[in-house]
């Protein structure tokens, strides 16, 4: 148990974890910041237990079959625009999102801070105006 625990906050994340959750606290307050992390890892939590119930561990399943499921959900959340469906339709994402990144070892704490880094490096890009709904690629460095 020791062991899981370690793997969620790994030691040399948590300076850097706490300065995120500092800045989540001046957004949103400190209460508010507690109190979301507490719910996103207690659901996160909840997720994670039911879905080695059903589909099996991460020893018996790793990530792909989850990110394979959700390319499919990925594709219902769109056909879902404009519908009632699309918030069950993103909720499906998220959950997949999070059993993927257990699967592959990745606590939701983790995953919250790499996506802080990928923030950050997202933000040091340059992104031109999309056009169209396909991908917008960032700006390569020497492209014109
Ligand atoms: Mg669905």
């Not at 948590?14 to 890892?41: K, N, V």
């Not at 959340?77 to 993103?90: P, Q, S």
């Not at 939701?108 to 997202?122: C, G, M």
């Not at 340059?126 to 960032?138: A, C, N, S």
Request: with cysteine.
């Amino acid at each position: 148990m020791g062991e899981l625990i370690e793997l969620r906050v790994p030691k040399h994340n948590r300076i850097e974890l706490f300065d995120f959750a500092m800045t989540l606290s001046e957004t949103c307050g400190f209460a508010g910041a507690m109190a979301f992390g507490q719910m996103a890892g207690s659901m996160s939590e909840t997720c994670w237990e039911w879905s080695q119930e059903t589909f099996g561990t991460a020893e018996q399943r790793g990530p792909k079959g989850a990110l394979l499921h959700l390319e499919k959900e990925a594709r219902e959340a769109v056909e879902a625009i404009g519908t009632d469906n699309l918030t069950e339709e993103l909720a499906d994402c998220q959950i997949l999102i999070w059993d993927a990144a257990r699967r592959a070892g990745l606590g939701p704490v983790e995953l919250l801070h790499a996506v802080r880094q990928k923030l950050e490096k997202n933000m040091a890009r340059q992104w031109p105006m999309p056009t169209t709904d396909l991908p917008v690629e960032h700006i390569r460095e020497g492209s014109k």
